[in-house]
């Protein structure tokens, strides 16, 4: 799925909220982004009844479109770099990302920053994010970028005249 299509492009801010409240990563939080970021906007997050897993969950008669540690096919991506960076990827290939640790404050934080090569700047980097982990730094920064990059894209529609939807 790409970055303008299926989940809502507007920042989800209740989400951007826990993610920078977060001390850790969790799957509860990673199904929530992973939601945000790849499914359709009519589906919800529930812990599932069956294996207590965290499930991405579309409609009743197919139930389950996703779960953290299942068809996501790895650790969580609040909880893994490699997972965030595997889920930038996927939402917004081509775009230019960089993650790590600060070592140097009094609580070591992680700071990421995802800059899109949009034809307007190559360089319309979105602000460093800060947050506990690199990781979860990671999925606050993808949640924004993809909204800038869906912003972008409406307004370049709108400046042809296409309509975006």
């Known amino acids: 799925m790409s970055a303008h299509s299926g989940a809502s492009a507007s920042i989800p801010t209740e989400l951007v909220a826990r993610l920078e409240a977060a001390s850790v990563g969790s799957p509860e939080l990673s199904a929530l982004v992973v939601k945000a970021a790849l499914a359709p906007a009519d589906t919800w997050v529930a812990q599932s009844r069956f294996n207590s897993a965290w499930c991405i969950y579309e409609r009743p008669e197919k139930p389950r479109i996703w779960e953290v540690g299942g068809a996501l096919r790895g650790a969580s991506v609040t909880e893994s770099l490699d997972a965030a960076v595997a889920l930038v990827e996927r939402v917004l290939p081509g775009a230019l990302w960089t993650a790590g640790s600060n070592i140097y404050d009094d609580a070591p934080t992680g700071q990421a920053e995802i800059y899109m090569p949009v034809p307007k700047d190559f360089h ?24 800038a990059a869906s912003d972008s894209l409406a307004g370049d529609d709108a400046e042809s005249g296409v309509n975006p939807s």
């Not at 979105?126 to 730094?137: H, M, Y």
Request: net charge neutral; hydrophobic share 50%.
């Open 124 to 147: 319309d980097g979105l602000g460093e994010v800060t947050a506990p982990t690199p990781a979860l730094a990671l999925c606050i920064a993808l949640l924004k970028a993809r909204t």
